[in-house]
């Protein structure tokens, strides 16, 4: 059997992501990008022909859902019901913090703020409407 040659792309452990939900919330600092996104449920055969990487992905039964910038979306004809704001929140939170997102997010519900928060390995996402 050859050797795998194929190039690493594993990422370092998060040992420095931080757990405890004081420091997490002391530590933010939330920062929004520049242009509106779009979130789009499309097929797989649409999925695979994307002229473009989308900035999130998740596949259900359903379908493909793709977050994507509206631009990258109407560019490529795609149906998407309103603009989303991305707020990155600048801390390592650990995937196993406990309560951190559901702290932020009912505060933003006792605002009235809708949000689709979205866990990635190294930071959290808020999407809010644009």
Request: aromatic share 10%; charged share 15%; with cysteine.
């Amino acid at each position: 059997m050859a050797a795998d040659t194929r190039p690493s792309h594993r990422f370092p452990p998060a040992m420095n992501a931080e757990t405890e939900l004081q420091t997490l919330i002391a530590t933010m600092k939330p920062s929004l990008h520049a242009q509106p996104y779009v979130f789009c449920s499309i097929d797989e055969v649409v999925f695979a022909r994307l002229p473009f990487i989308p900035l999130g992905t998740f596949h259900e039964p359903e379908g493909v859902t793709i977050i994507a910038t509206r631009e990258q979306a109407s560019d490529s004809g795609l149906e998407f019901d309103m603009s989303w704001a991305c707020v990155t929140l600048e801390v390592r939170s650990s995937l196993m913090a406990v309560g951190f997102l559901a702290l932020i997010t009912a505060r933003l519900a006792r605002t009235g703020i809708s949000v689709k928060p979205v866990s990635a390995f190294q930071h959290d996402q808020l999407f809010v409407p644009w």
